[in-house]
């Protein structure tokens, strides 16, 4: 089984356990759908956690900072972003390169769906 059939055949449950973690560590996803989340650093390490014990690839990693209400410079460093929904402030994306996973091993699991992989994969960020 290939990694989106795996994600296909699964859908309903994935996307109520995803719901429900998103919900326990107050991340949130940016535009529609998963594709881009923001956690705050204190929730990271349990979000990547549970989210790979669903057999969830995280193939990219970008970085925001959080801007408290009281800041009126904003970020000095970002490019602005979404108002957060748990918090007071808003999220501004920096300009760091992005962290990109092994690509070797997003392909392998792009063809041959293998949670030990995603696994090894995802403890990296």
């Not at 429900?20 to 594709?35: A, D, F």
């Not at 957060?84 to 690509?103: C, H, R």
């Not at 070797?104 to 041959?112: T, Y």
Request: charged share 25%; hydrophobic share 35%.
């Amino acid at each position: 089984m290939k990694y989106f059939e795996y994600l296909e055949a699964n859908k309903k449950n994935l996307v109520e356990q995803l719901e429900r973690i998103l919900t326990l560590y107050q991340v949130q996803p940016v535009g529609n759908g998963y594709i881009d989340c923001i956690v705050m650093r204190d929730n990271l390490k349990q979000f990547i956690q549970e989210i790979t014990a669903l057999g969830v690839l995280i193939s990219d990693v970008s970085w925001w900072c959080y801007v408290e209400p009281l800041n009126s410079t904003g970020c000095p460093h970002g490019m602005g972003g979404p108002k957060s929904d748990y918090y007071d402030g808003w999220f501004s994306k920096l300009q760091n390169d992005l962290y990109e996973a092994d690509k070797e091993k997003v392909n392998s699991l792009m063809n041959f769906f293998d949670k030990r992989l995603v696994n090894s994969t995802n403890s990296r960020h």
